[in-house]
């Protein structure tokens, strides 16, 4: 694990990354904390980071036990499996990986169940590829609608995770992300706010600002490369 004075200088260099790119836009940056442990998550949160953004429910309650999460708001960012879904709704301040109407409805009714509102981003196949999570583009306006009449829910805008292939090579996908957030914002659905546009990762966070995004996910350069073979 890096040091958390590492993890600060981190930081505070996406942020001056981020400020020219984002041309006076506020962009909050979501540190992407999966495989990095309670110490890293917190000095990410001390050195102020907008929130933290888990990508296994096991792995997220595991870190929340401890309390890792303290003064942050939480987000799930990964493939939500239906049968987490009572794990992470009204713990999740922000579900970013919504990406299927079935998912969609099973956030709805638990969340009726403890009488809260769960708010969510819808996320985005952008690049039409087989194995990605995602609802198609073109689908959207059928998810909104159906999210439009669930009272357990608020959509609160979209999400996608591109090709990995440069932030160059991604341009056009973020620019059809801006495209949807605009034609499916205003005042087009009830109970639906467009607020958040998240794209951009590590590889490619300045060109997701350049072409609209207002939240960013990082992991990588806060944290340092993910030590895959330590895993399990
Ligand atoms: C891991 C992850 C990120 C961050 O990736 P980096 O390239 O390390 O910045 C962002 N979003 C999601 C959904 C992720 O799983």
Same mark, same amino acid.
């Given at each position: *694990?890096?040091?958390?004075?590492?993890?600060?200088?981190?930081?505070?260099?996406?942020?001056?990354?981020?400020?020219?790119?984002? %041309?006076?836009?506020?962009?909050?940056?979501?540190?992407?904390?999966?495989?990095?442990?309670?110490?890293?998550?917190?000095?990410?949160?001390?050195? +102020?980071?907008?929130?933290? +953004?888990?990508?296994?429910?096991?792995?997220?309650?595991? &870190? %929340?036990?401890? #309390?890792?999460?303290? #003064?942050?708001?939480?987000? =799930?960012? #990964?493939?939500? !499996?239906?049968? &987490?879904?009572? &794990?992470?709704? #009204?713990?999740? @301040?922000?579900? !970013?990986?919504?990406?299927?109407?079935?998912?969609?409805?099973? /956030?709805?009714?638990?969340?009726?169940?403890?009488?809260? /509102?769960?708010? /969510?981003?819808?996320?985005?196949?952008?690049?039409?590829? !087989?194995?990605?999570?995602? /609802?198609?583009?073109?689908?959207? $306006? %059928?998810?909104?609608?159906?999210?439009?009449?669930?009272?357990?829910?608020?959509?609160? +805008?979209? *999400?996608?995770? $591109? $090709?990995?292939?440069?932030?160059?090579?991604?341009?056009?996908?973020?620019?059809?992300? &801006?495209?949807?957030?605009?034609?499916?914002?205003?005042?087009?659905?009830?109970?639906?706010? *467009? @607020?958040?546009?998240? *794209?951009?990762?590590?590889?490619? =966070?300045?060109?997701?600002?350049? !072409?609209?995004?207002?939240?960013?996910?990082?992991?990588?350069?806060?944290?340092?490369?993910? @030590?895959?073979?330590?895993?399990?």
């Amino acid at each position: *694990m890096l040091a958390a004075e590492t993890i600060a200088e981190n930081v505070g260099h996406i942020r001056r990354e981020i400020e020219a790119a984002a %041309d006076g836009r506020r962009v909050l940056l979501v540190a992407a904390t999966k495989m990095n442990d309670a110490a890293a998550v917190r000095a990410a949160i001390a050195a +102020g980071v907008d929130a933290c +953004g888990e990508n296994r429910v096991q792995e997220m309650l595991e &870190k %929340d036990a401890v #309390g890792a999460y303290a #003064g942050a708001p939480l987000h =799930f960012i #990964g493939h939500l !499996q239906r049968n &987490k879904v009572n &794990k992470v709704v #009204g713990r999740a @301040d922000l579900i !970013q990986s919504v990406d299927s109407a079935e998912l969609l409805e099973l /956030i709805d009714r638990r969340a009726q169940a403890m009488g809260i /509102i769960q708010n /969510i981003l819808i996320e985005i196949n952008v690049g039409g590829e !087989q194995q990605k999570s995602g /609802i198609e583009p073109e689908e959207l $306006p %059928d998810i909104l609608k159906t999210a439009s009449e669930c009272a357990g829910v608020r959509v609160r +805008g979209l *999400m996608c995770v $591109p $090709p990995a292939v440069s932030g160059e090579e991604n341009r056009d996908n973020f620019a059809k992300m &801006k495209q949807l957030f605009v034609d499916n914002g205003g005042k087009k659905y009830d109970n639906i706010s *467009m @607020d958040f546009l998240s *794209m951009g990762m590590t590889a490619d =966070f300045a060109e997701a600002i350049r !072409q609209g995004a207002n939240m960013v996910r990082i992991g990588s350069a806060i944290f340092g490369a993910r @030590d895959y073979s330590a895993a399990h």
